[in-house]
């Protein structure tokens, strides 16, 4: 059908599955990589190939009646992991039936990425580098937001040529071939956690309940959406900060845990759930108490669909 609309295109197909193994060969060939893919660790394996390779990769992603779009190229500009540091924890991903998608939003979507892999080609206009559009399909609202660069983004911050391709399904913690079943291999390692929906949040502070509310998501996460009176502090200045108590070595800084009250409940957030997961286990390796800790389910996000529907969602 392709060929049918032009007969001057070369298609070259290829029946594997992408893998750590050959993505770098399957990509070297050509100049802007496309991502289609539905699935997270196909996403963070697209990324990585293009950081190592130094390709423009330009993203598309949509869910339900929502898409985004944007460029992630390291040479220019943020990659993908520079957004999404981490994936969200197996749990919270849907599946194709439970989430579903309006059914023209591949193509609204898909064309928009055609459009900016033209941009890119040819090299006119500006394209998304550095810029997400989030496009709300329900309302017929485009909003485009800044993204920035993480210096210590574990891909894009190191040499090209240092990048190392992994295995991304253990990353993720879910096949790439299918979002409905997912490995719980990190199960034990949240075990015993307690967790609070954002509506229990939502109703503690109305009632003005003397507690801590911790976001330990990136600053440039931050200036994207937040809840108000949150204490901001990046998970991996936390872990920092662990490792060097447990080492007995003198902190860098030593207000990142002071400020980080013992006393007080503590309900800790990030986008989706991993990050502030993985922060009450570095808060209980350096004597924080673990019934005094929760874990805000689906983070950010949750609080965007089910309090503030005004804050973008990312």
Not at 263 to 281: E, F, Q, Y
């Amino acid at each position: 059908r392709l060929r049918d609309l032009n007969p001057d295109i070369q298609i070259d197909k290829y029946n594997v599955q992408l893998t750590s193994e050959n993505a770098v060969e399957l990509f070297e060939p050509y100049d802007v990589i496309i991502d289609g893919t539905d699935n997270f660790p196909t996403r963070y394996l697209v990324n990585d190939a293009c950081v190592k390779l130094g390709k423009p990769n330009v993203y598309g992603s949509i869910f339900r009646f929502e898409g985004q779009l944007s460029v992630f190229y390291a040479e220019e500009g943020p990659c993908y992991r520079c957004m999404f540091p981490e994936p969200p924890p197996p749990g919270l991903v849907p599946s194709c039936a439970e989430g579903g998608v309006l059914g023209i939003l591949p193509g609204t979507i898909g064309t928009m990425q055609a459009t900016e892999a033209i941009k890119l080609i040819l090299g006119i206009g500006e394209p998304m580098i550095g810029r997400m559009l989030l496009y709300d399909a329900l309302n017929m609202e485009f909003n485009t937001i800044k993204v920035r660069k993480d210096p210590h983004c574990p891909v894009c911050s190191i040499p090209a040529n240092d990048v190392e391709l992994i295995d991304y399904e253990q990353f993720c913690g879910m096949p790439a071939h299918d979002h409905s079943s997912f490995t719980t291999a990190d199960e034990t390692e949240y075990a015993g956690m307690n967790e609070i929906s954002v509506s229990e949040l939502k109703a503690q502070l109305d009632a003005g309940a003397d507690i801590l509310v911790l976001d330990v998501r990136e600053p440039h996460e931050w200036e994207i959406a937040a809840i108000d009176g949150t204490l901001r502090i990046p998970k991996g200045d936390i872990q920092a900060a662990k490792n060097a108590v447990i080492a007995g070595r003198k902190l860098a800084d030593e207000t990142v845990l002071a400020q980080i009250s013992k006393d007080k409940p503590l309900m800790i957030h990030c986008r989706s759930g991993k990050r502030s997961a993985d922060t009450i286990n570095f808060l209980r390796e350096v004597g924080y108490d673990n019934e005094k800790m929760f874990n805000v389910v689906g983070g950010i996000l949750a609080w965007a669909d089910e309090i503030d529907p005004s804050l973008p969602k990312y």
